[in-house]
């Protein structure tokens, strides 16, 4: 595992996305996290995995994939959402998330779950592994952990190397399909691993972009660009050729994301 030495202190404690939460709440990053077709990938492979129960989600943000959720599902799932971060979590309580804002690592929970998901969370943890062994210890026996990370064999990453605008200080570890299945394998029988997602905006971008980071707002408005090409009907052609370069790149493990499944 790739991974950032030495950490800054207000990353490794979480406090650095509790004083900067308020950015997670801009308009384009909202509409685009509560768009129907932002969750797509990552709610069929969850639902393959686990069809009901109780579900948590580490790093919840502002809550959008627990409302889709339960949206799509009503009364299948018993959710509830945690993170560092105040003012996210304060918008995912206005959307009927139940959430609460302690220390994952050192919160006692009063109850177990049939599944724990990491989306885009891992890579912006100091200590992972603790994070995952806590994972383990909640959940019924059977239970299932989903985890999403940034794919370090990505064909964006090897085009674009260190312009890729998801390598960035926020971001602590780094995996590739193999230390994530090593990774995961410390605690959990390996279901899945596929990679998934990708963004031919980013890489056209990244490869005419000066070094440097790309910041929050900019990463926001391409979100919210994405989101709006994926739901346009006049993109439909332009959908089809892309998702089958996804679906190849998938196949290589490849695209933009890798995504593993875990069994308790």
Not at 61 to 69: K, R, T
Not at 158 to 167: D, E, V
Not at 191 to 206: A, C, M, Y
Request: hydrophobic residues 40%.
């Amino acid at each position: 595992m790739i991974y950032t030495n030495p950490v800054a202190a207000d990353l490794a404690s979480g406090e650095f996305y509790d004083r900067t939460g308020s950015g997670y709440l801009s308009p384009e990053k909202l509409e685009s996290d509560y768009s129907d077709v932002r969750f797509e990938r990552e709610l069929q492979l969850f639902r393959k995995y686990c069809s009901s129960g109780a579900v948590l989600d580490v790093g919840c943000s502002s809550g959008a994939f627990l409302y889709q959720l339960n949206k799509r599902y009503p009364g299948d799932y018993q959710i509830l959402g945690t993170d560092a971060s105040g003012p996210p979590l304060e918008h995912a309580a206005k959307m009927g998330v139940p959430v609460i804002k302690e220390n994952f690592l050192t919160h006692s929970f009063s109850q177990s779950f049939d599944a724990i998901t990491f989306w885009a969370v891992m890579e912006h943890l100091f200590e992972p592994a603790q994070f995952l062994k806590k994972a383990a210890s909640l959940l019924k026996p059977g239970g299932v952990c989903f985890i999403l990370v940034p794919n370090m064999r990505s064909l964006a990453v090897r085009l674009l190397g260190a312009k890729y605008r998801y390598i960035y200080a926020e971001h602590l570890n780094y995996f590739t399909p193999a230390t994530l299945k090593k990774f995961l394998g410390q605690e959990f029988e390996v279901l899945d691993l596929k990679s998934t997602h990708f963004n031919p905006i980013v890489i056209w971008q990244d490869s005419r972009r000066a070094p440097g980071e790309v910041s929050r707002t900019q990463r926001y408005e391409l979100l919210k660009r994405t989101t709006a090409y994926k739901r346009s009907p006049w993109m439909k052609p332009i959908k089809v050729g892309y998702g089958a370069a996804e679906k190849m790149l998938g196949v290589a493990l490849m695209a933009d994301n890798l995504c593993i499944v875990g069994k308790k």
